[in-house]
T-cell receptor
């Protein structure tokens, strides 16, 4: 399974765009990149998934360069409610046993 | 609310006692997963079911742990002879087979073993 590396924590202010980068140097050809968000005392929530280039939904954008060795989750105009832990996951299996790291703890300040 | 539900939300037990948790997945989801999460760590995979079949178990799932999904709907996770190291949040998630990486998590059951 590919291993991911992401910053332990990040700080931001309301209204700013936040970019969280994840490194996955050993990503395999059939691996997808998936991001989850977790608020305190709640289960994780799926945010976005991509394979290459750019994916956008109503919550975030995911940028994946051509070599796919990293990915960047972009959160536009964050608010206080975006304070959470964000996990980057990669896996190519079909079984769905998600492998979480420690994630990035994002703190949004007023 | 048609999301994943878990009961109880909190459980305090004494070391050596048995505990059982229940998970009710989203009704049309045929896959159900159990994870364990300790403070400051990401969730760790324990086991998963496709319908009523338990298809994979992590090495974290010692012989004191057993999970069932008897009719392919709700699932139970039992821990026998609890130890202090079992204290954690136990999370359940469900998904459609074709969307295994888009899992919907419940709120978790927080277990404290004293």
């Amino acid at each position: 399974l590919a291993k991911t590396t992401q910053p332990i924590s990040m700080d931001s202010y309301e209204g700013q765009e936040v970019n969280i980068t994840c490194s996955h140097n050993n990503i395999a050809t059939n691996d997808y990149i998936t991001w989850y968000q977790q608020f305190p005392s709640q289960g994780p929530r799926f945010i976005i998934q991509g394979y290459k280039t750019k994916v956008t939904n109503e919550v975030a954008s995911l940028f994946i360069p051509a070599d796919r060795k990293s990915s960047t989750l972009s959160l536009p105009r964050v608010s206080l409610s975006d304070t959470a832990v964000y996990y980057c996951l990669v896996d190519g299996g079909s079984q769905g046993n998600l492998i979480f790291g420690k994630g990035t703890k994002l703190s949004v300040k007023p | 609310d048609t999301g994943v539900s878990q009961n109880p939300r909190h459980k305090i037990t004494k070391r050596g006692q048995n505990v059982t948790f229940r998970c009710d997945p989203i009704s049309e989801h045929n896959r159900l997963y159990w994870y364990r999460q300790t403070l400051g760590q990401g969730p760790e995979f324990l086991t998963y079911f496709q319908n009523e079949a338990q298809l994979e178990k992590s090495r974290l799932l010692s012989d004191r742990f057993s999970a069932e999904r008897p009719k392919g709907s709700f699932s139970t996770l039992e821990i026998q002879r609890t130890e202090q190291g079992d204290s954690a949040m136990y999370l359940c998630a469900s998904s459609l087979r074709g969307s295994a990486y888009e899992q919907y998590f419940g709120p978790g059951t927080r277990l404290t073993v004293t």
